[in-house]
């Protein structure tokens, strides 16, 4: 791994915001998954999750192009397990849904611990997401279309929730965890090695200051290359 990429993929995880998130329940257009999936990237998220219904689609391809590989996607089959998991989480739970409580996106507090639930493209957000929601939130329009494209009315919200997290200086300081920064490290600076792991069952590494992976001998063994002989090809 370069000095150039270590730098960069380090200053990305400096500012993951891992108590902000989306659920998406329902949404099954290809290239709204994919958008959904790397504005959360844009914003700094390290997470999303996916309730799917009749059909398992996987988020890649498309405008993505690559988020996949810094966002985790989290997958149920239920709404009601997917909100549990949020909630478990100290989340405060909000739908985007027009109805008599609904409130205008602005007026919410995203420094708090937050997930957006964002509805099916053509039907929204399910009766069953709507009960166990914290508060409805709506974009406010003002033309003859009642809606916005999901991805569109996603990157809105979320945008909210950056410059207000900015403004409290929420991505001045490192939130995200040890583990899943060396985890991030490793499969984006070794792409080769973490491939070979999984295909192999090996456990990740440590990755040290410098970007270089720390293992043991055996490990080394396992992989058929000495330690040296990689820093040959690494140099």
């Known amino acids: 791994m370069t000095p150039e990429r270590l730098q960069r993929i380090n200053a990305m995880l400096d500012q993951r915001q891992p108590d902000l998130t989306v659920c998406m329940e329902g949404v099954h257009k290809t290239h709204n998954l994919a958008?959904?999936?790397?504005t959360a990237d844009a914003i700094g998220i390290s997470d999303v999750h996916a309730v799917w219904k009749n059909e398992r689609m996987r988020v890649s391809g498309g405008s993505a192009a690559g988020s996949q590989n810094w966002v985790d996607v989290?997958?149920?089959s239920s709404t009601k397990d997917a909100?549990?998991?949020l909630k478990q989480q100290n989340m405060q739970v909000l739908v985007t849904n027009l109805s008599d409580t609904s409130v205008d996106f602005r007026e919410i507090d995203y420094t708090k611990p937050t997930a957006i639930i964002l509805g099916q493209e053509k039907f929204g957000a399910t009766e069953e997401a709507l009960a166990l929601a914290d508060q409805d939130i709506v974009i406010p329009m003002v033309g003859m279309v009642q809606s916005l494209n999901v991805s569109?009315?996603?990157?809105?919200?979320?945008?909210e929730a950056q410059r207000q997290r900015k403004?409290?200086?929420?991505?001045?300081k490192p939130s995200i965890s040890?583990?899943?920064r060396q985890r991030f490290l490793f499969e984006?600076?070794?792409?080769?090695f973490a491939q070979a792991c999984q295909r192999k069952g090996l456990p990740y590494p440590e990755i040290d200051e410098q970007g270089q992976i720390i293992a043991s001998q055996q490990w080394w063994q396992q992989m058929q290359m000495t330690q040296e002989a990689w820093q040959e090809l690494d140099n």
Do not use: C, K, S, T
């Open 35 to 38: 958008a959904i999936v790397r």
């Open 74 to 76: 989290h997958n149920y």
């Open 83 to 85: 909100i549990a998991v």
């Open 152 to 159: 569109v009315a996603n990157a809105v919200v979320l945008y």
């Open 167 to 172: 403004a409290a200086g929420m991505y001045d």
């Open 178 to 180: 040890y583990q899943r």
């Open 188 to 192: 984006g600076g070794h792409p080769i």
